[in-house]
């Protein structure tokens, strides 16, 4: 029986596909998580077990305050809803019967402040802006006079009564906000609103992402640095740690790699410190570097180097030796072999090697910033994840991600511009690769041929006088 | 074969015995005296060359063949400084070879063109090893590309290039040293029927129009005898130098001597020589498999 169409299309054993097939691939391993984030996230009957609270209201003699934002269960939610309302029935009872209670301007400050989510929510005031009084009283007018609507979140019939019920006692002694000229009445509560959520630790995509540009362009507090400035300060570490890893272990993993000696001295040291973990130092390096970026460095470096010199001297190691005898027997010394055939011959394993191990760096980063002073983005993540704003965390999780991924893929595209003779370089890739060397390239081509014709100058010189 | 009236390999005609004549009499390249190599293994000691004693003189190519095993790697190893023997020595132009170096030129089987650099580049390290200045190396190494009719893949790099484009690549690269001695560790090992019959007519243009002495291990009966002035055949475990034989076919070579009476007659010899008759294929036991008639009409 033939193999039906998608089988033979799809599932080759051992066999590529094609670019197009691959890339849609590619595609749709990165669509299909957001895509399964996106439905658990919008379709409400998959999961969604908690109540996210839009509009809160305090209870009278109940401790425990919710805030616009926050989760309940399911369950709870329609007692929280029934209290608040039993107690509006409460107040509007003793208005009619003649015995409200006085003295509730304080309390009535807060049933004004009530309205701060919508306003926020529809963007006419800012996020900040909370408790600017004066600017919820507009709200509260606009709203009972219909001069705005809310779309987010959309009042319920109950609440746009109770606004313009509460406006009516309000209109009526003052058109602006003043403390003094509040009701002394109570006014009524707007009764909750919520819509299903899932529980806090799974924000949805658009708020994450409302989130994670909020984030990223607003201006710090004082005294605090902007997200860019943090990531800033987190791409320090991680290179500087690198840098300073490279620096050693690179040419110590090549003299391990070509002389015995080297490696026997050094390498079943390093073999055993790599085991004891990078962390444990972290106490001890802050003692030693005080606190501030250097011990963080210094973490990096120490989680990054060990392995570098390892995992170079076996790349050394790899080389060809044949290379080296050809070259032997083309009469090169020691110090030549190293220079012109070790070196460049290592080269694009090295390259490859010290992408993996940048990779390597990106892990320790995390642990690096948490020793010491907190700081850059892992200081964040500590701090929001610890007041559950899982929706601030995820963006800069994500954005660690990225720029890893990135980067690798930027230098592994690089690889093949940097080494074209290792015939690993698509066609696109040199042609880049010359058009920017090209300036260099003629630059090059103009002195060597200008000392060529100083040479070739000289020898006709030499050579004249001698017939 | 054996019906066919085939000479001596001994009989010389005229013009080649007097060439002979002219060989021997010119100063010797490379002497080669009482060789001896032992390996330890954990089986215990193994002798891969025994007593091997020979002279190649200047503008000699001789080919060193054997069976396989028989040490031929180990001993072109040990000539070109890239080994130490057990006991005896090595003299390139009267002097001990102590390890390698210029003097030996050196061709392997695998190549071993630095991937790095050009074809151009590659030819040129010889040179920039020994001192001399991009410009000097470069317009020596345009020369040698020239001469293996490489020019047009001056600026390639050897993963753009075939099996026998490398190789005469790494020849051009051994020759540009201008060494004493090259040695040639079955060059052409690795490449298909027809390449190695154009690489052989090559090296013999090669040698013809340069001042070389060569020592070539091959392990190929016709490889041998179509380039060789003379062939030192190995004995196996332990190599031992079992003959050195003068080729009676005459110069300049071509393809259509391989059938002339002293080319077969060489031939036979040598192939006798290493493989003595009645013991020939004795430890390689046949199985035979019982299979279904073809289902040829």
Redesign the interface.
Same mark, same amino acid.
């Given at each position: 029986m033939p193999r039906p169409g998608i089988l033979r299309d799809w599932f080759l054993i051992r066999r590529d596909l094609p670019q197009s097939r691959a890339l849609l691939l590619t595609a749709v391993s990165f669509l299909m998580p957001l895509a399964l984030w996106c439905v658990v996230s919008y379709v409400p009957w998959i999961w969604h077990p908690d109540v996210r609270i839009e509009i809160s209201a305090e209870r009278e003699g109940v401790t425990t305050v919710f805030t616009a934002g926050d989760h309940v269960s399911k369950g709870f939610f329609p007692e929280f809803v029934r209290a608040v309302r039993d107690e509006n029935a409460a107040v509007t009872k003793a208005r009619s019967e003649g015995t409200a209670v006085t003295g509730a301007r304080r309390k009535n400050q807060k049933i004004l402040r009530q309205i701060a989510p919508v306003a926020v929510g529809n963007g006419w005031i800012d996020y900040r802006d909370t408790q600017n009084d004066a600017a919820l009283y507009q709200t509260w007018r606009d709203l009972a006079t219909g001069a705005k609507v809310s779309s987010e979140p959309r009042l319920t019939e109950e609440n746009l009564g109770i606004i313009r019920a509460n406006w009516a006692a309000l209109s009526a002694l003052s058109p602006e906000f003043v403390f003094r000229k509040l009701p002394d009445e109570p006014l009524l509560k707007l009764v909750p609103q919520g819509r299903p959520a899932n529980p806090v630790y799974l924000p949805e995509p658009d708020d994450v992402l409302r989130t994670g540009f909020r984030d990223f362009t607003a201006s710090a507090p004082e005294g605090e640095l902007t997200m860019l400035q943090r990531y800033g300060a987190s791409l320090r570490v991680i290179f500087l740690g690198f840098f300073w890893a490279c620096l050693i272990g690179i040419p110590l993993g090549i003299l391990c790699g070509v002389f015995d000696f080297f490696s026997k001295l050094i390498e079943p040291f390093v073999d055993f410190f790599r085991y004891m973990p990078a962390p444990t130092f972290s106490t001890l390096l802050v003692a030693v570097l005080l606190a501030g970026e250097a011990p963080k460095v210094a973490l990096v470096f120490i989680g990054t180097v060990f392995q570098m010199v390892l995992v170079i001297s076996k790349t050394t190691r790899l080389l060809?030796p044949?290379?080296l $005898? =050809?070259?032997?027997?083309?009469?090169?010394?020691p110090r030549?072999l190293l220079k012109?055939?070790v070196i460049?011959?290592i080269?694009p394993n090295l390259y490859n090697d010290l992408r993996i191990l940048l990779g390597w760096a990106w892990t320790w980063l995390v642990i690096a910033e948490l020793i010491g002073v907190k700081s850059g983005l892992t200081e964040f993540i500590e701090t929001q994840g610890r007041f559950r704003n899982f929706d601030r965390v995820f963006p800069v999780i994500i954005l660690i991600g990225v720029t890893g991924f990135v980067m690798d893929q930027v230098l592994s595209w690089l690889h093949g511009l940097l080494?074209?003779?290792?015939?690993k370089s698509s066609a696109l890739s040199r042609s880049i690769a010359a058009a920017f060397t090209w300036p260099f390239r003629t630059g090059a081509r103009a002195i060597?041929n200008r000392?060529?014709a100083v $040479? =070739?100058a000289r020898i006709a010189a030499t050579r004249e006088p001698s017939p | 074969m054996s019906t066919l009236e085939l000479p001596s390999y001994l009989d010389q005609t005229p013009e080649v015995a007097a060439r002979f004549s002219r060989l021997r009499e010119r100063p010797v390249a490379l002497e080669v005296r009482g060789l001896t190599k032992r390996f330890e293994t954990p089986r215990g000691v193994v002798t891969a060359l025994d007593d091997v004693s020979f002279s190649v003189h200047k503008r000699e190519l001789m080919c060193v063949i054997g069976p396989s095993g028989c040490g031929k790697s180990t001993l072109v190893r040990i000539l070109?400084?890239?080994e130490t023997p057990t006991s005896g020595e090595v003299l390139v132009g009267g002097t001990a070879v102590s390890?390698?170096?210029?003097d030996?030129?050196?061709v392997?089987q695998?190549y071993?063109l630095?991937?790095?650099?050009?074809v151009k580049e590659n030819v040129m390290?010889?040179p920039?090893?020994?001192g001399k200045?991009?410009?000097?190396a470069?317009s020596e190494a345009r020369e040698w590309i020239d001469l293996v009719g490489l020019s047009r893949f001056e600026n390639a790099?050897?993963?753009?290039l075939s099996g026998g484009m490398k190789q005469r690549v790494a020849i051009a690269?051994?020759l540009a040293?201008q060494?004493r001695v090259l040695f040639m560790d079955e060059p052409f090992g690795a490449l298909d029927a027809q390449t190695r019959c154009n690489m052989q007519s090559y090296l013999l243009e090669i040698w013809k129009n340069v001042d070389i002495t060569i020592v070539f291990i091959t392990h190929d009966l016709d490889e041998a005898v179509y380039l060789s002035d003379r062939i030192l055949v190995l004995d196996a475990n332990p190599g031992r130098v079992r003959e050195i034989v003068e080729v009676p076919v005459p110069r300049p070579r071509s393809e259509s001597q391989l059938f002339d009476p002293s080319f077969m007659a060489t031939r036979k010899h040598i192939d006798e020589l290493m493989h003595p008759p009645g013991q020939e294929q004795k430890d390689t036991p046949v199985m035979r498999l019982a299979v279904s008639n073809p289902d040829v009409v």
């Open positions: 060809d044949s290379l $005898e =050809a070259a032997q027997t083309l009469g090169a010394k030549q012109s055939v460049p011959g080269l080494f074209p003779w290792s015939g060597r000392l060529a $040479e =070739a | 070109a400084g890239l390890g390698p170096g210029p030996c030129g050196m392997f695998g071993t630095f991937p790095w650099l050009s390290f010889g920039k090893m020994a200045s991009s410009f000097t470069e790099y050897p993963h753009q690269r051994a040293n060494p």
